[in-house]
Nanobody, 115 residues
Framework: QVQLVESGGGLVQAGGSLRLSCAAS????????MGWYRQAPGKQRELVAA???????NYADSVKGRFTISRDNVRNTVYLQMNSLKPEDTAVYYC?????????WGQGTQVTVSS
């Protein structure tokens, strides 16, 4: 089993920045993919960004150039630096970890961007 604990959400004005963190614990396999998804009210959960254990990244088009995903493999932690935030970035952000074909999710952290 893997446990994921997110932190760093909050309320910010448009144009501001936030940094999300997600710490993984439990049976962590060395080869995995960690990422961030988000879900806004009335919308489906969508991928924001992901990073492999080797450092390969993937971003949603809507966040490219504004968000940066990174990870610390020693601390089993993934980060999402969010800059130039927009009201449409408002959502619950979920940490995700995939290993050995199994998906694990954090409890979610609210990000609210005011205009």
């Amino acid at each position: 089993q893997v446990q994921l604990v997110e932190s760093g959400g909050g309320l910010v004005q448009a144009g501001g920045s936030l940094r999300l963190s997600c710490a993984a614990s439990g049976s962590i396999f060395s080869i995995n993919v960690m990422g961030w998804y988000r879900q806004a009210p009335g919308k489906q959960r969508e991928l924001v960004a992901a990073i492999t254990s080797g450092g390969i990244t993937n971003y949603a088009d809507s966040v490219k150039g504004r968000f940066t995903i990174s990870r610390d493999n020693v601390r089993n932690t993934v980060y999402l630096q969010m800059n130039s935030l927009k009201p449409e970035d408002t959502a619950v952000y979920y940490c995700n970890e995939v290993q050995l074909s199994r998906n694990y999710w954090g409890q979610g952290t609210q990000v609210t961007v005011s205009s």
